[in-house]
């Protein structure tokens, strides 16, 4: 197995025990307070900017499914307490077939995870990543006994990458 999918495991693994960066504990909490309210939100960023990470804490401290497709809400969607909808599509259309499936389901909470905002009048959280957030990062691969070269990065993709032994 290559190192980078061995760390990607391992921060998998461990999520429960590592800390949110300042972006993603900010984020959290309007997701939780637009999830509250309106029963859904967008949680959308760049790609490699911690959205997956914060998908899985969330599903974890709700009770909810996490889908990392939404190909796999019609097959796989047990009764729980939510949804969590990663790598979905901003388009409008995508979107409302994700809603109406998991409405029809069980109508339960529903956070959809884009790159993009949604083209939809709804809750939406965008998570970015700053120098801070990156340190956290850090500190969280540190904490799984992995080491990071000490060198300049512009996002979470890098560190990851470098610490798995690769350039980028």
């Excluded at 499936?101 to 009048?121: A, C, G």
């Excluded at 801070?132 to 993709?157: C, H």
């Amino acid at each position: 197995m290559s190192r980078l999918i061995q760390i990607l495991n391992a921060i998998k693994r461990s999520e429960a025990r590592l800390e949110l960066s300042p972006a993603q504990l900010r984020a959290h909490v309007a997701i939780s307070e637009a999830i509250q309210r309106y029963g859904q939100c967008n949680l959308y960023g760049t790609v490699l900017c911690g959205k997956t990470f914060l998908g899985w804490r969330i599903a974890r401290e709700y009770g909810s499914v996490y889908l990392p497709a939404p190909s796999l809400l019609k097959s796989a969607c047990p009764k729980s307490q939510g949804i969590v909808v990663d790598n979905a599509s901003e388009r409008r259309a995508d979107y409302r077939t994700v809603l109406a499936t998991v409405q029809i389901r069980q109508n339960i909470p529903l956070l959809y995870i884009s790159r993009l905002p949604v083209e939809e009048d709804m809750p939406q959280v965008q998570l970015s990543v700053t120098g801070e957030d990156q340190d956290t990062l850090i500190r969280n691969l540190q904490m799984l006994n992995i080491e990071v070269p000490a060198v300049g990065y512009s996002d979470f993709w890098g560190i990851i990458i470098a610490a798995a032994g690769g350039s980028y």
